[in-house]
T-cell receptor, first 113, second 107 residues
């Protein structure tokens, strides 16, 4: 069965550069979530989207923005990257309002040099 | 503040042992999730609970709404169960994660 696809799997950037992470949800899933997991930390919720609209906002820095497109895929745009942005970024998807759990992608590991 | 607390933080067991991981949360959750994270990072959803008990293979998850407490049990543990187990509380539309329990099962 198709799962949540994230790209790239690994990304290396330097300070002050920009990065774009992509998430392709499971087919027919209309809700996408982004999480950030720093080294040795538990995942922290960043932002979520339902039907291309932001549905909830967590601890997402102002330097980051995200959007969901008409095909339900989502992109997390990160600017002025800092060393502290090095983390594993997870995307998850589900059907809004369903009693099914979120399905997680394998994550994008972002390293800032 | 919505908080999720897990215990223990680290757990080492011998193959075949019965394992319990505990999770407590604050009021207002709509569901409680148990997740498994392997080295390399991928997260797999094990259970989503709002009441009672669920079983899948050797895994059992229970939740007590009155006590705001959930447990994950692993029967007949195996080295391949070694992973980080994370409890996450669903508040509305988003998840708040516990710090995780690092489980190591020795053969």
């Amino acid at each position: 069965a198709a799962g949540v696809i994230q790209s790239p799997r690994h990304l290396i950037k330097e300070k002050r550069e920009t990065a774009t992470l992509k998430c392709y949800p499971i087919p027919r899933h209309d809700t996408v979530y982004w999480y950030q997991q720093g080294p040795g930390q538990d995942p922290q919720f960043l932002i979520s989207f339902y039907e291309k609209m932001q549905s909830d906002k967590g601890s997402i820095p102002d330097r980051f923005s995200a959007q969901q497109f008409s095909d339900y895929h989502s992109e997390l745009n990160m600017s002025s990257l800092e060393l502290g942005d090095s983390a594993l970024y997870f995307c998850a998807s589900r059907v809004w309002g369903s009693n099914q759990p979120q399905h997680f992608g394998d994550g994008t590991r972002l390293s800032i040099l | 503040k919505n908080e999720v607390e897990q215990s223990p933080q680290n757990l080492t067991a011998q193959e075949g042992e019965f394992i319990t991981i505990n999770c407590s949360y604050s009021v207002g959750i709509s569901a409680l999730h148990w997740l498994q994270q392997h080295p390399g990072g991928g997260i797999v959803s094990l259970f989503m609970l709002s009441s009672g008990k669920k079983k899948h293979g050797r895994l059992i998850a229970t939740i007590n709404i009155q006590e705001k407490h959930s447990s994950l049990h692993i029967t007949a543990s195996h080295p391949r169960d070694s992973a980080v187990y994370i409890c996450a509380a669903q508040y509305g539309n988003k998840l708040v994660f516990g710090a995780g329990t690092i489980l190591r099962v020795k053969s």
